[in-house]
């Protein structure tokens, strides 16, 4: 019977002890905490986070999590602009990318701040889905904002579960 336990705890430590690697090196949970990515996800959302190791994996339309050093804080938006891209917002809010417009069926608020936008080499440009009363890389003092400050991709949400 003493064997049992001891296997027990054993397997317990290794369980616990995967788990932690894991969180550290693998996935974490992020909780929204604006309301710049509505409809998408709202206020106090948790999601699941894969860790990114390989931004130059990462693809336009991504949801991401970074950490802003103008804002001092983890931020989560949508990835759209690679480096190289030329970003054009107009004031109906229609987005170009290099010239092409991009369709953006995850958008309902249209709006807010337009303009042009090149993104450097290493950088990303980032928006909200709430276009109209987002923070993101348009109100940005650093309009874009570099790769190595980006810290996982959104895979799942975790609450609520049905929001994918």
């Not at 989560?76 to 190289?84: A, M, V, Y």
């Amino acid at each position: 019977m003493d064997n049992w336990i001891i296997e027990s705890l054993i397997m317990l430590l290794i369980s616990v002890g995967i788990a932690l690697l894991m969180r550290k090196y693998v996935f974490f949970v992020t909780q929204i905490s604006s309301h710049s990515m509505i409809p998408t996800f709202q206020a106090n959302n948790r999601l699941l986070t894969l860790r990114i190791y390989h931004p130059n994996k990462l693809k336009r339309g991504d949801i991401i999590v970074f950490y802003s050093i103008e804002k001092k804080m983890l931020m989560i938006k949508r990835l759209i602009g690679l480096p190289g891209d030329s970003v054009q917002i107009s004031k109906d809010g229609s987005l170009l990318i290099n010239g092409s417009k991009e369709e953006e069926p995850y958008i309902k608020n249209r709006g807010g701040k337009g303009g042009t936008f090149f993104v450097p080499k290493d950088e990303c440009f980032l928006l909200g889905d709430n276009r109209s009363s987002s923070n993101d890389s348009r109100h940005w003092i650093n309009t874009t904002i570099p790769t190595k400050d980006i810290q996982g991709k959104i895979i799942l949400s975790l609450y609520p579960f049905h929001k994918l």
